[in-house]
């Protein structure tokens, strides 16, 4: 066991708004949304960040990619545009230490980012 809030969403014993789940990869709905599409998709594995991931997940990390792509069509958001972010270490701005990718549309983006 461990005390891993994205490993206990993926079990289902916390709630969060799922948009997708399979044995492999799932997205659910930011609790605190920084625009008008904000989905987390994510592995069911436990992985760290970035930093940890295998030649031996490149699968799964293309998996990932792929779902973001299908739920921002899914969201109308794949023709205007959208951003993938994926905040890596505490100088990356990761808060939760489950890798995930962040999913943000419906609206302009800026940059440079924070
Ligand atoms: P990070 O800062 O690690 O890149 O992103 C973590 C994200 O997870 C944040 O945007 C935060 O709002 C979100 N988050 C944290 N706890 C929960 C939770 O319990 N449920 C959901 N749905 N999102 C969460
Ligand atoms: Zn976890």
């Given at each position: 066991m461990n005390d891993c809030i994205f490993c206990a969403i993926a079990a289902h014993e916390i709630p969060a708004t799922f948009v997708r789940e399979d044995d492999e990869v799932l997205a659910i709905r930011d609790?605190?949304?920084?625009?008008?599409v904000h989905v987390l998709i994510l592995p069911?594995?436990?992985?760290?960040s970035v930093a940890e991931?295998?030649?031996?997940?490149d699968g799964l990390w293309g998996r990932m990619l792929h779902v973001a792509q299908a739920i921002a069509e899914d969201e109308g958001i794949d023709e205007t545009g959208f951003r993938l972010v994926v905040n890596t270490g505490k100088a990356g701005g990761q808060t939760v230490d489950h890798l995930h990718i962040h999913l943000l549309g419906g609206r302009q983006m800026t940059w440079p980012p924070g």
């Open positions: 609790v605190n949304p920084q625009a008008p069911r594995e436990h992985i760290e991931l295998t030649p031996s997940q």
